[in-house]
C-alpha cells in the first residue's frame, strides 16, 4: 500500500509511537513511483519525525544494532 496523506500517516505513527512507548519506529515503503511522489510531498515533515537516514538503518540492523531513532526504509 503506497501512503498518500501524510499528515494522517505521520498522526497515526506519533500515536502508535506515544501508545507503544517505544524510542522509534521503522517505516517501510514501496519503491514505487506514488511512494516517491510522497516522499518528495513530505520531505520536511519526514526528515523530522525520521532523523536516521534508511541506509544507515539497514546497515545498523545488519550489525545487530540499534539504529537509535526513527527511520524511513524504502524497498
Same mark, same amino acid.
Not at 17 to 37: A, E, K, M, N, W
Given at each position: 500500500?503506497? +501512503? *498518500?496523506?501524510?499528515? &494522517?500517516?505521520?498522526?497515526?505513527?506519533?500515536?502508535?509511537?506515544?501508545?507503544?512507548?517505544?524510542?522509534?519506529? *521503522?517505516?517501510?515503503?514501496?519503491? @514505487?513511483?506514488?511512494?516517491?511522489?510522497?516522499?518528495?510531498?513530505?520531505?520536511?515533515?519526514? &526528515?523530522?519525525?525520521? +532523523?536516521?537516514?534508511? @541506509?544507515? &538503518?539497514?546497515?545498523?540492523? &545488519?550489525?545487530?544494532?540499534?539504529?537509535?531513532?526513527?527511520?524511513? *526504509?524504502?524497498?
Amino acid at each position: 500500500m503506497n +501512503p *498518500i496523506d501524510g499528515q &494522517a500517516m505521520l498522526r497515526r505513527l506519533h500515536l502508535k509511537q506515544r501508545d507503544g512507548i517505544v524510542d522509534g519506529v *521503522i517505516l517501510l515503503l514501496p519503491d @514505487t513511483r506514488q511512494s516517491r511522489l510522497f516522499r518528495r510531498e513530505f520531505a520536511h515533515e519526514l &526528515a523530522s519525525v525520521f +532523523p536516521v537516514r534508511g @541506509t544507515t &538503518a539497514l546497515q545498523l540492523f &545488519a550489525a545487530g544494532l540499534d539504529p537509535g531513532g526513527s527511520a524511513v *526504509i524504502v524497498l
